[in-house]
């Protein structure tokens, strides 16, 4: 949602540069204008809709949130309430949503291993072997 009609001035992909690639993820961006009908709907932010889908996952212990202003940290924990409004319905339809455009990330009950090596390629290092 955020780089869905460019780069805000005040963003971290406008202002630290290893951030640019942010507004350039275009199935994401096409993902999320595909679920801006569903926060309408059960009445969230698209971050918010987001976190609470993140929050369902019975393999979430914590979600970890990139908020870099106080606005930002209030609005993520209304997301406690739109969890609390999700149907299994609407869970459906978000991982729907998601998939159509392009964006599902594959299922790794290792997502920390899965980021490292992210982290690793994005820098420019071999992961072959990690």
């Not at 609005?75 to 609390?84: G, I, M, S, T």
Request: contains cysteine; aromatic residues 4%; charged residues 25%.
């Amino acid at each position: 949602g955020r780089y869905s009609k460019g780069v805000p001035a005040d963003s971290r992909a406008a202002t630290v540069g290893r951030k640019a690639g942010l507004a350039k993820q275009e199935r994401e961006i096409a993902a999320a204008a595909a679920l801006l009908p569903v926060a309408r709907e059960f009445d969230c932010s698209l971050a918010q809709l987001s976190l609470a889908w993140v929050l369902n996952n019975p393999h979430v212990s914590t979600a970890i949130i990139g908020a870099s202003k106080p606005s930002q940290v209030l609005d993520n924990v209304k997301a406690l309430e739109c969890l609390a409004r999700l149907t299994p319905d609407a869970i459906r339809r978000i991982e729907k949503a998601v998939a159509d455009a392009g964006a599902e990330a594959p299922y790794t009950p290792d997502i920390s291993a899965t980021m490292a090596k992210k982290k690793l390629a994005f820098a420019g290092r071999d992961t072959t072997h990690a």
